[in-house]
């Protein structure tokens, strides 16, 4: 059974730091192509960082370009979202995501608020 499984949002101030992760299961972690997306409420799902099968090349969305630091441990079967110098625009529910070709898994998502 396929289980992505994210933890580490909260509460943060603005410039503030969290650290997602993400647990996967069920299928070969380092065969996939992993990414972190993020929804606001009333806004589109839009994508935050991918980061290639072996971690060797990673991307990230303009908006969190220099603050935020995609990773993963493959021996731990485990994506990570490093999140520096937050802001109130931050604010979403971040949600992980595995691809290999046609097949796609979603973790249920973790909300991360940034507010004084």
């Known amino acids: 059974q396929v289980q992505l499984v994210e933890s580490g949002g909260g509460l943060a101030q603005p410039g503030g730091s969290l650290r997602l992760s993400c647990a996967a299961s069920?299928?070969?972690?380092?065969?996939?192509?992993m990414k972190w997306f993020r929804q606001a409420p009333g806004k589109e799902r839009e994508l935050v960082a991918r980061?290639?099968?072996?971690?060797?090349?990673?991307n990230y969305a303009d908006s969190v370009k220099g603050r935020f630091t995609i990773s993963r441990d493959n021996g731990k079967n485990t994506l990570y979202l490093q999140m520096n110098s937050l802001k109130p625009e931050d604010t979403a529910v971040y949600f992980c995501?595995?691809?290999?070709?046609?097949?796609?898994?979603w973790g249920q998502g973790t909300q991360v608020t940034v507010s004084s």
């Open positions: 069920g299928f070969t972690f380092n065969m996939y192509t």
């Open positions: 995501n595995a691809n290999y070709i046609y097949r796609d898994y």
């Open positions: 980061i290639s099968n072996t971690g060797g090349s990673t």
